[in-house]
């Protein structure tokens, strides 16, 4: 279970952190992300993948969050999962930026 726990507690966390990606990049492509931007952002984006980091990996903190150590396998397999959600919103913007610059043009 404990496992279980880290799968769902890691997806979770990573899910949280492309909300935010997508949030903060709304009005363009996450291609387009430039790393000296914002220091409080990357901060927050960076800080809390850290923070889970140790959560999984260092025992003493997994063992009061009740979860384990995941593979590399399995944390790409959770990354995977989440940027899912990423990859859907810059279809999603891609679809809006298309119809807008075709109703400009008519």
Same mark, same amino acid.
């Given at each position: 279970?404990?496992?279980?726990?880290?799968?769902?507690?890691?997806?979770?966390?990573?899910?949280?952190?492309?909300?935010?990606? &997508?949030?903060?990049?709304? &009005?363009?492509?996450?291609?387009?992300?430039?790393?000296?931007?914002?220091?409080?952002?990357?901060?927050?984006?960076?800080?809390?993948?850290?923070?889970?980091?140790?959560?999984?990996?260092?025992?003493?903190?997994?063992?009061?969050?009740?979860?384990?150590?995941?593979?590399?396998?399995?944390?790409?397999?959770?990354?995977?999962?989440?940027?899912?959600?990423?990859?859907?919103?810059?279809?999603?913007?891609?679809?809006?930026?298309?119809? &807008?610059?075709?109703?400009?043009?008519?």
């Amino acid at each position: 279970i404990a496992t279980a726990r880290a799968y769902a507690f890691t997806t979770i966390i990573l899910v949280q952190q492309m909300i935010l990606l &997508d949030v903060w990049m709304r &009005d363009r492509s996450v291609v387009h992300f430039n790393l000296q931007t914002n220091l409080t952002f990357l901060l927050a984006f960076f800080g809390a993948f850290i923070l889970q980091l140790c959560i999984l990996y260092i025992p003493a903190v997994a063992k009061l969050f009740g979860v384990s150590a995941v593979t590399p396998g399995q944390l790409g397999v959770i990354v995977l999962l989440s940027l899912t959600l990423l990859f859907v919103s810059e279809i999603r913007k891609a679809w809006f930026l298309r119809m &807008d610059s075709a109703s400009s043009t008519t």
